[in-house]
């Protein structure tokens, strides 16, 4: 387009501002828009994919038709700026802050501790907020609804969830009617007396009402405008793309045939992501929002036409209020679209995407598409030819995303005819998560019959997700039409139905045979439902048993239990410790003050890096062209290895790993180099103009099995024994040999990798604004790579937005790289990773290959096993040698085995390099122990509770390293849990549901940990401290832990406020910094508060002493007085505390050692409830009951075990890293990777801490808490198993079998091992290339 013309002035408001850009880009999202142009850095950007929620924001627009305000919520990171021209946009600063006032559901999240890294909770309070101002008093179901798009990794979504019910009208139905037995809130288990109220977490009495008045006005300058002004088309001209938003159809018809190949963009929830993450361009987006015809709904004598650009949440009020005004049997279409539009993405995504957008983008696994063409609908286009009809029928989709339409054809409309009398629709479909998630297959049915007869007229069956467009089974409807709906009719359509829907095995997505189950499942499942249709009818007399029906599974969050012991009666009101404070930044979090490292202002000239990755998994670098990204706009450096001043290669157990790789590469992700430019996006486009040119090498290794085969390992191997097992094994009963899979688990922390590197400008000192676990760390690395001494380098951590161990390693060498351009160009770099290159380039949790084999007597007691556990460790060495040690420490569990042996061994290999993750190899050793118990009970035919229990550690007790315990607290734990959770009367009423219900199952287990606390590392478990007292009495308090949400800065706070005996209010913690306390140890190993705790302690002591004299001359002073005294005393306010933590140590030679200083105990009972058909489950109910001494502050810890549980529960039945033959990971964002949300919460979700439980070895008698309960999340993967046997016992199966982690639908369903499973023919390995490699 000619540069004379000039682009529109868009103009809108922002929290009652009005902003106007002259020269709006339309490349811009109204993310980066708020961040980066108004400095509203509370709205976070987590994936920028609208997948994780963090950017939500409210938009509010007037609609001159109607006269009515309308509040909906979206994601910016997918909102074009240039679609808001008359909208007024709320974030999270307009609906209340510190400064002025904080609105009510910014204070209860915060207040019920629904936000630990805070870095969700922006998100969190503006989808609730919107939810409020379009329904003041919502419903349970309402607030699941608001809050499924939106990811939270810390807390495990109960606390958010708590907080928001406050604002319910109707108390919640209670949980008694989700799971079985007595119901956790009748108090009958409850030990406190009589006298004593149990202590609440929080008080919701003391919250403030909702006060609509202090909600911002809509802007009256926006109605004035919208109901005098015409419309005029608006144009904006962007650096590479033009946008032209029409306000007529007529000149929209012209605009796209004069463009055929102009996108039309409604809610940007296709197109958006294709430009993104596929570096899609088009020179020119039309925008058709304000063209009215499109959003026109016409009701007829058949049906109801409905504009294209109708959303999504528009369509579904309008079905919800079309089948209150007409009769049930007209209505059938109505509700199979209402139940699909409530599975489709989430409320964000439905408020913007498009009806005509859903069917235009024709993608294979549409959700809506099989509905609508079996429901007969059929779409209205127009073109400059002029309009047509076109059904939506098997011609329709004609391949990959593409229609039978002309590129210049528009469309207008969707036809949805009403249904007849006996006629019946039904939709299904199954995903990798419940809800917000691409479906595996979807599916959309209908069928009609004679009046009064079983005789089918007409059957039309759709599916998504069995090939490259939406599929009709014409054959299977053939092989039913004219037929009497009956068993023999439907046998033989199952039959003809596999043969016609024959996937084949390498198909794009995988899962080939569980889509070609669910594609029989679906229709077993229609059946069923049309037999009871015609049984209503009275068109047949003959009853299906009731346990062949199937019900949904049961969805609503019922009330939970969080039981702690109170403080002591003597305990001093102003003391803390104890007590379920809030986390300290908690309000600002949830207020979007508080500062993330991508929040700091940029300085001035500051550039962006964007770093280069490798696209082969071994190979030679050949070539290494950086001409054309370096003639790109704003691109100002590209930083190699040849730049690096000091070290470029970075030693570890003996193993090196380049900082950036030269001559050789290992592994797809490897950084290569790095582009600086002057914004984001230049740096990224200059990061895809870099050429790099390889050389296959031969063989890359990418399995545990092709490593072993190949012995590509990291040495040391290790090796721990007790006992003679090869002699035991002579004289058991029975022996078994099994093995077990696990796969990886990404980190998804919030915030992805970021740092900010600022020259000071002399003598080579540095800045660094980091997100790391680990500040002495980076500080080494960045002082190594630009070879100057350590005392030039300053590393600041003010928080992180979660870290999980995924911030320690791989973010220092970011670090080093982004140094190098800062020390080269002598600018400020600031390196944000992108949510799918930091999933590519950090590496993930180590899968692991586990193999047993188990000697034990007929009475279930295990005499002998021996283990061997290959873990995949990646390209370079990383922290897997660690991770093997305390697999191996392990592995005995709660479990006294009197021989007992195991071998890890960390497997090299050609995928980017696993490293630290929460449990750190914990959780990957104890369900291969746990596995084999339950494989022990199933060969026996004994419930596995009763295996576990005989063959726990009883009275004093010794670890297979030689180190004395004693397990009381565990027993306590594993008891009580039994107790609490009614384990006994539950597992009674699960078999009881079993027999009756025969295509869903229930299954129970209880699952118990021992863990080991603290560093095997000796000098990794010091600590210090640095203490100020300034002369008005305020405290500074700065220590060596860093806070990632696991509130170690509250729980440091607490610390100081009970030694200096002063309110936590006259206590500061600014940051973590490296210039304030030196040489810290990693904020890892659920160690950070044992150490800094005593470190804070230690100088707080020494402070308090200091200040005894003045106590003393002045005892009824206050406390600024003591001070203000002390200072003209000329006594020294500061301290620095130190804590030289336990000598701990391992001797592998000898095999003994005290590797940890004490250990944490739990146990967790779980009950889940399985559709065996489609392999999707609900956590019925939870019961966590865990040993952590004294609690230190029982929210914060409540908070810890309740995340680490909903993780856990992730790792083993949820998330999958999926590779691709060649080593590329395909999982790169929230779309691909399913992280648990909302809806996997468990119903009912009690914790217990254990009373009367002390520590003499950490600080006020507390216990570390941060990673023992993640492994607790198996009980999940336990129960599932436990389900699928009883599914199996129907088929005629019984004994051990395998089920690999993650229980996945799909390998839960295929377990299960129902008929219509066994009639899909398996693939057999190694005849065809699978889509993913079985990592």
Same mark, same amino acid.
């Given at each position: 387009?000619?540069?004379?013309k000039?682009?529109?002035?868009?103009?809108?408001f922002?929290?009652?501002?009005k902003?106007?850009?002259?020269?709006?880009d339309p490349?811009?999202m109204?993310?980066s828009?708020?961040?980066?142009?108004?400095r509203?850095?509370?709205t976070?950007?987590?994936?920028?994919?609208?997948?994780?929620?963090?950017?939500?924001?409210?938009?509010?627009?007037?609609q001159p038709a109607?006269k009515?305000?309308?509040?909906?919520?979206?994601?910016?990171c997918?909102?074009?700026?240039?679609?808001?021209?008359?909208?007024a946009?709320t974030t999270?600063?307009g609906i209340?802050s510190t400064?002025?006032?904080i609105?009510?559901v910014?204070e209860?999240?915060?207040?019920?501790?629904?936000s630990?890294?805070g870095?969700c909770?922006?998100?969190m309070?503006?989808a609730?907020?919107?939810l409020?101002?379009n329904?003041?008093?919502p419903s349970?179901?309402?607030?699941?609804?608001a809050?499924?798009?939106?990811l939270?990794?810390?807390?495990?979504y109960r606390?958010i969830? %708590?907080?928001?019910?406050t604002f319910?009208q109707?108390?919640?139905s209670?949980?008694?009617?989700?799971?079985?037995?007595n119901c956790?809130?009748?108090?009958g288990?409850?030990?406190?007396?009589p006298?004593h109220?149990p =202590?609440?977490?929080?008080?919701?009495e003391e919250f403030?009402?909702?006060?609509?008045?202090?909600? #911002?006005?809509?802007?009256p300058?926006?109605?004035?405008?919208?109901?005098?002004?015409?419309?005029?088309?608006?144009?904006?001209?962007g650096?590479r793309?033009?946008?032209?938003s029409?306000? $007529?159809?007529?000149?929209l018809?012209?605009l796209?045939?004069?463009n055929?190949k102009?996108?039309?963009?409604?809610?940007?929830?296709?197109?958006?992501p294709?430009i993104k993450f596929?570096?899609?361009?088009?020179p020119?987006?039309?925008?058709?929002i304000r063209?009215k015809e499109?959003?026109e709904?016409?009701?007829t004598?058949?049906?109801?036409?409905?504009?294209?650009?109708?959303?999504l949440?528009?369509?579904r009020?309008?079905?919800?209020?079309?089948?209150?005004q007409f009769p049930e049997?007209?209505?059938?279409l109505?509700?199979?679209?209402i139940?699909?539009l409530?599975?489709?993405?989430?409320?964000?995504?439905?408020?913007?995407?498009s009806?005509?957008g859903?069917?235009?983008?024709?993608?294979p696994?549409?959700?809506?598409?099989?509905v609508?063409?079996?429901?007969?609908c059929?779409?209205?286009v127009?073109?400059n030819?002029?309009?047509?009809?076109v059904?939506?029928?098997?011609?329709?989709f004609?391949?990959?995303?593409?229609?039978v339409?002309k590129?210049e054809?528009?469309?207008?409309?969707? &036809?949805?005819p009403f249904? /007849?009398?006996?006629?019946?629709?039904?939709?299904?479909?199954q995903?990798?998560?419940?809800?917000?998630?691409?479906a595996?297959v979807t599916?959309g049915? /209908?069928v009609f019959?004679?009046e009064?007869?079983?005789?089918v007229?007409?059957v039309?069956i759709?599916y998504?997700g069995?090939g490259?467009?939406t599929?009709?089974?014409?054959?299977?409807?053939?092989?039913?039409?004219? !037929?009497?709906?009956?068993?023999?009719t439907?046998?033989?359509?199952?039959d003809?139905?596999l043969?016609?829907l024959?996937?084949p095995?390498?198909?794009?997505?995988?899962?080939?045979?569980?889509?070609?189950?669910?594609? #029989?499942s679906?229709l077993?499942?229609f059946?069923?439902e049309?037999?009871?249709?015609l049984?209503?009818?009275?068109?047949i007399?003959?009853?299906l048993?009731s346990?062949?029906?199937i019900q949904?599974?049961p969805r609503?969050?019922g009330?939970?239990?969080?039981?702690?012991q109170?403080?002591? @009666?003597?305990?001093?009101?102003?003391?803390?410790?104890?007590?379920?404070?809030?986390?300290?930044?908690a309000?600002?979090?949830?207020?979007?003050?508080a500062?993330y490292c991508?929040?700091?202002?940029?300085?001035?000239?500051?550039?962006?890096?964007?770093?280069v990755t490798?696209a082969?998994a071994h190979?030679?670098?050949?070539?290494?062209?950086?001409s054309?990204a370096?003639?790109l706009p704003g691109?100002?450096?590209v930083?190699t290895? @040849?730049?690096?001043?000091g070290?470029r290669?970075r030693?570890s157990?003996?193993?090196?790993?380049?900082?950036?790789a030269q $001559?050789?590469?290992s592994?797809?992700?490897?950084?290569?180099?790095?582009?600086?430019?002057?914004? /984001?996006?230049h740096?990224?486009?200059?990061?895809?103009?870099?050429?790099?040119?390889y050389?296959d090498? =031969?063989?890359p290794?990418?399995t545990?099995e092709?490593?072993?085969?190949k012995?590509s390992f &990291?040495?040391?191997?290790?090796t721990l024994?007790?006992?003679n097992?090869?002699e035991?094994?002579?004289?058991?009963?029975q022996?078994y040999?099994g093995?077990?899979?696990?796969g990886g688990?990404e980190?998804?922390?919030?915030?992805t990798?970021s740092?900010?590197?600022v020259p000071?400008?002399?003598?080579?000192?540095?800045?660094?604004?980091?997100s790391?676990q680990?500040?002495?760390?980076?500080?080494?690395?960045v002082?190594?790579t630009?070879?100057?001494?350590?005392n030039?380098?300053?590393?600041?951590v003010?928080r992180?937005?979660?870290?999980?161990g995924?911030?320690?390693?791989?973010?220092?060498?970011?670090a080093?790289i982004?140094?190098v351009?800062?020390w080269?160009?002598?600018?400020a770099v600031?390196c944000v990773?992108?949510r799918?290159d930091d999933?590519?380039i950090?590496?993930?949790?180590h899968?692991?290959?586990?193999?047993?084999?188990?000697?034990?007597?007929?009475?279930?007691?295990i005499?002998?096993?021996d &283990?061997?556990?290959?873990t995949n460790?990646?390209?370079t060495?990383?922290e897997?040698?660690?991770?093997?040690d305390?697999?191996v420490?392990?592995m005995d569990?709660?479990?006294?085995?009197p021989?007992?042996r195991g071998?890890?061994a960390?497997?090299r290999?050609?995928l980017?390099?696993n490293t630290?993750?929460?449990?750190?190899?914990?959780?990957q050793?104890?369900?291969?122990?746990?596995?084999?118990?339950?494989d022990?009970?199933?060969?026996?035919?004994r419930?596995?509770d009763?295996?576990?229990?005989?063959?726990m550690?009883?009275?004093?007790?010794v670890?297979p390293? @030689?180190?004395e315990?004693s397990?009381?607290n565990?027993?306590?734990?594993w008891?009580?849990?039994?107790?609490?959770?009614e384990?006994?009367a539950?597992r009674?009423a699960?078999?009881?549901?079993?027999?009756?219900?025969?295509?869903?199952?229930?299954?129970?287990?209880?699952?118990p940990?021992k863990y080991?606390i603290a560093?095997?590392?000796?000098f990794?478990?010091q600590? *210090?401290a640095l203490v100020?007292?300034?002369?008005d009495?305020?405290?500074?308090?700065?220590h060596?832990g860093?806070?990632m949400?696991?509130?170690?800065?509250?729980?440091?706070?607490?610390?100081?406020?009970?030694?200096?005996h002063?309110?936590?209010s006259?206590i500061?913690?600014?940051?973590?910094?490296?210039?304030t306390v030196p040489?810290t140890?990693?904020?890892?190993?659920?160690?950070?508060t044992?150490?800094?705790g005593?470190a804070?302690?230690?100088?707080c002591q020494m402070l308090?002493q200091r200040?005894k004299p003045?106590?003393?001359?002045?005892?009824k002073?206050?406390?600024?007085?003591?001070?203000?005294a002390?200072f003209f005393?000329?006594?020294?306010?500061?301290?620095?505390?130190?804590?030289r933590?336990?000598d701990?140590?391992?001797?592998?030679?000898k095999m003994? +050692?005290q590797?940890?200083?004490?250990?944490?105990?739990?146990?967790?009972c779980s009950?889940?409830?399985?559709?065996c058909?489609?392999?999707d489950?609900?956590t019925v109910?939870? %019961?966590?009951?865990?040993?952590?001494g004294?609690?230190?502050?029982p929210s914060v810890?409540i908070?810890q075990?309740?995340?680490?549980?909903?993780?856990?529960l992730?790792?083993?039945?949820?998330?999958e890293?999926?590779?691709?033959?060649?080593?590329?990971l395909?999982?790169? +964002?929230?779309?691909?990777?399913?992280?648990? *949300?909302?809806c996997?919460?468990?119903l009912c979700?009690?914790?217990?801490?254990?009373? %009367?439980?002390?520590n003499?070895?950490?600080i006020?008698?507390?216990?570390?808490i941060?990673?023992p309960?993640l492994?607790l999340g198996?009980?999940?993967?336990f129960?599932?198993?436990d389900?699928?046997a009883?599914?199996?016992?129907?088929?005629?199966?019984?004994?051990p079998?395998?089920?690999?982690?993650?229980?996945? =639908?799909e !390998?839960?369903?295929?377990?299960?091992?129902?008929?219509?499973?066994?009639?899909?023919?398996?693939?057999k390995?190694g005849?065809f290339k699978?889509?993913a490699?079985?990592i």
């Amino acid at each position: 387009m000619s540069t004379s013309k000039q682009g529109d002035i868009l103009c809108f408001f922002i929290n009652g501002k009005k902003v106007t850009q002259k020269h709006a880009d339309p490349e811009t999202m109204l993310l980066s828009f708020l961040r980066e142009k108004m400095r509203l850095t509370g709205t976070k950007s987590g994936c920028g994919g609208g997948g994780c929620g963090a950017c939500t924001v409210m938009v509010s627009r007037y609609q001159p038709a109607t006269k009515t305000i309308i509040h909906f919520s979206a994601n910016a990171c997918l909102l074009p700026l240039c679609q808001l021209h008359g909208a007024a946009v709320t974030t999270v600063e307009g609906i209340g802050s510190t400064k002025t006032r904080i609105h009510p559901v910014q204070e209860r999240i915060a207040k019920a501790h629904g936000s630990q890294c805070g870095f969700c909770t922006p998100g969190m309070v503006m989808a609730m907020y919107t939810l409020l101002r379009n329904r003041p008093q919502p419903s349970m179901e309402d607030i699941q609804e608001a809050l499924a798009g939106n990811l939270c990794r810390c807390t495990g979504y109960r606390p958010i969830v %708590d907080g928001c019910r406050t604002f319910c009208q109707e108390e919640t139905s209670c949980c008694k009617v989700n799971g079985n037995g007595n119901c956790c809130m009748n108090g009958g288990n409850r030990t406190d007396e009589p006298e004593h109220e149990p =202590p609440q977490l929080f008080h919701k009495e003391e919250f403030l009402p909702l006060d609509p008045t202090q909600d #911002l006005i809509f802007p009256p300058e926006l109605i004035l405008a919208s109901e005098k002004e015409t419309p005029q088309t608006l144009t904006f001209l962007g650096e590479r793309m033009s946008w032209v938003s029409p306000v $007529s159809l007529e000149e929209l018809v012209q605009l796209k045939t004069r463009n055929p190949k102009a996108p039309l963009v409604m809610g940007n929830t296709n197109i958006g992501p294709d430009i993104k993450f596929k570096g899609v361009l088009h020179p020119l987006i039309i925008s058709p929002i304000r063209v009215k015809e499109l959003f026109e709904v016409t009701h007829t004598s058949n049906g109801v036409w409905v504009g294209a650009g109708c959303t999504l949440a528009e369509l579904r009020s309008l079905m919800e209020k079309l089948v209150t005004q007409f009769p049930e049997e007209k209505t059938e279409l109505f509700r199979a679209l209402i139940q699909q539009l409530g599975n489709l993405g989430s409320v964000q995504i439905r408020n913007v995407a498009s009806l005509g957008g859903q069917i235009i983008s024709a993608y294979p696994n549409s959700d809506l598409n099989p509905v609508l063409s079996a429901g007969k609908c059929k779409v209205s286009v127009v073109s400059n030819g002029g309009r047509r009809e076109v059904p939506l029928d098997q011609d329709f989709f004609v391949s990959f995303c593409k229609t039978v339409l002309k590129p210049e054809e528009i469309i207008v409309s969707v &036809f949805i005819p009403f249904t /007849r009398k006996g006629e019946f629709v039904r939709v299904f479909r199954q995903a990798p998560r419940k809800e917000t998630s691409f479906a595996t297959v979807t599916s959309g049915m /209908r069928v009609f019959f004679c009046e009064g007869s079983r005789v089918v007229q007409d059957v039309s069956i759709y599916y998504g997700g069995m090939g490259a467009t939406t599929v009709s089974a014409a054959k299977t409807c053939a092989a039913i039409a004219s !037929r009497s709906w009956d068993d023999e009719t439907l046998t033989r359509a199952y039959d003809v139905l596999l043969d016609e829907l024959d996937l084949p095995p390498s198909a794009p997505g995988g899962k080939v045979e569980f889509r070609r189950s669910l594609s #029989l499942s679906f229709l077993f499942k229609f059946n069923l439902e049309v037999l009871q249709k015609l049984r209503e009818m009275e068109v047949i007399t003959d009853e299906l048993p009731s346990r062949m029906q199937i019900q949904p599974l049961p969805r609503e969050i019922g009330p939970s239990l969080q039981e702690f012991q109170h403080v002591s @009666k003597d305990q001093s009101e102003q003391d803390p410790v104890g007590r379920p404070i809030m986390h300290r930044s908690a309000i600002s979090q949830a207020t979007g003050e508080a500062i993330y490292c991508d929040d700091m202002p940029p300085t001035d000239g500051e550039l962006f890096l964007s770093v280069v990755t490798s696209a082969r998994a071994h190979a030679k670098i050949t070539g290494l062209d950086v001409s054309e990204a370096l003639k790109l706009p704003g691109v100002v450096d590209v930083i190699t290895a @040849k730049d690096i001043p000091g070290k470029r290669v970075r030693s570890s157990f003996g193993y090196d790993e380049e900082v950036l790789a030269q $001559s050789e590469v290992s592994c797809v992700g490897q950084m290569v180099c790095a582009v600086i430019a002057d914004t /984001r996006e230049h740096a990224k486009r200059g990061a895809y103009a870099v050429k790099i040119s390889y050389k296959d090498l =031969p063989d890359p290794v990418f399995t545990t099995e092709e490593a072993v085969e190949k012995s590509s390992f &990291f040495e040391p191997q290790r090796t721990l024994e007790r006992g003679n097992v090869t002699e035991a094994f002579k004289t058991v009963d029975q022996t078994y040999e099994g093995e077990i899979k696990m796969g990886g688990q990404e980190h998804f922390y919030m915030e992805t990798q970021s740092m900010l590197v600022v020259p000071v400008g002399e003598e080579t000192e540095f800045n660094l604004y980091v997100s790391t676990q680990w500040p002495a760390l980076t500080q080494d690395v960045v002082a190594e790579t630009l070879g100057i001494p350590s005392n030039r380098v300053t590393c600041h951590v003010k928080r992180m937005g979660g870290a999980f161990g995924g911030k320690v390693t791989k973010t220092s060498i970011l670090a080093g790289i982004t140094s190098v351009a800062a020390w080269k160009t002598n600018r400020a770099v600031r390196c944000v990773l992108e949510r799918g290159d930091d999933m590519l380039i950090t590496g993930a949790r180590h899968p692991v290959l586990g193999k047993y084999k188990v000697g034990f007597m007929k009475d279930g007691r295990i005499m002998a096993a021996d &283990f061997q556990y290959y873990t995949n460790a990646g390209n370079t060495v990383d922290e897997s040698l660690l991770v093997v040690d305390k697999v191996v420490l392990h592995m005995d569990n709660a479990y006294n085995i009197p021989n007992l042996r195991g071998c890890a061994a960390a497997c090299r290999t050609n995928l980017p390099s696993n490293t630290a993750f929460r449990g750190f190899g914990v959780p990957q050793s104890l369900l291969v122990v746990e596995n084999m118990i339950n494989d022990v009970a199933l060969a026996l035919g004994r419930p596995a509770d009763q295996i576990r229990e005989l063959n726990m550690y009883k009275g004093p007790s010794v670890t297979p390293y @030689k180190f004395e315990f004693s397990p009381e607290n565990m027993l306590r734990c594993w008891e009580e849990c039994k107790m609490k959770a009614e384990f006994n009367a539950r597992r009674g009423a699960a078999d009881q549901f079993n027999l009756q219900n025969r295509w869903k199952k229930r299954g129970m287990s209880i699952i118990p940990i021992k863990y080991g606390i603290a560093f095997a590392e000796s000098f990794l478990n010091q600590a *210090a401290a640095l203490v100020h007292i300034y002369k008005d009495g305020s405290v500074l308090v700065t220590h060596g832990g860093t806070e990632m949400g696991q509130g170690i800065h509250t729980k440091m706070q607490q610390v100081a406020s009970r030694e200096l005996h002063i309110p936590p209010s006259k206590i500061y913690i600014s940051e973590t910094s490296t210039n304030t306390v030196p040489n810290t140890c990693p904020s890892a190993a659920s160690f950070g508060t044992d150490a800094n705790g005593m470190a804070v302690k230690d100088a707080c002591q020494m402070l308090y002493q200091r200040l005894k004299p003045m106590r003393e001359k002045n005892p009824k002073g206050s406390w600024e007085k003591w001070v203000n005294a002390a200072f003209f005393e000329k006594i020294s306010l500061s301290a620095t505390g130190f804590y030289r933590g336990l000598d701990l140590y391992m001797d592998w030679e000898k095999m003994e +050692g005290q590797p940890y200083a004490y250990f944490t105990y739990g146990a967790c009972c779980s009950e889940v409830e399985l559709d065996c058909l489609t392999g999707d489950y609900r956590t019925v109910r939870t %019961d966590i009951m865990v040993d952590i001494g004294r609690s230190v502050n029982p929210s914060v810890d409540i908070g810890q075990i309740e995340g680490a549980f909903l993780q856990g529960l992730g790792l083993y039945t949820m998330e999958e890293l999926k590779f691709s033959p060649s080593g590329l990971l395909y999982t790169r +964002g929230p779309s691909q990777y399913k992280i648990p *949300a909302m809806c996997d919460v468990p119903l009912c979700f009690n914790v217990y801490l254990l009373s %009367d439980s002390d520590n003499p070895h950490a600080i006020y008698s507390s216990k570390g808490i941060g990673e023992p309960t993640l492994f607790l999340g198996s009980s999940v993967f336990f129960a599932i198993k436990d389900a699928v046997a009883a599914a199996r016992s129907e088929s005629g199966l019984a004994g051990p079998f395998t089920l690999n982690s993650p229980a996945t =639908p799909e !390998r839960a369903c295929l377990a299960c091992a129902s008929p219509l499973t066994q009639k899909v023919p398996a693939s057999k390995p190694g005849s065809f290339k699978p889509w993913a490699l079985d990592i």
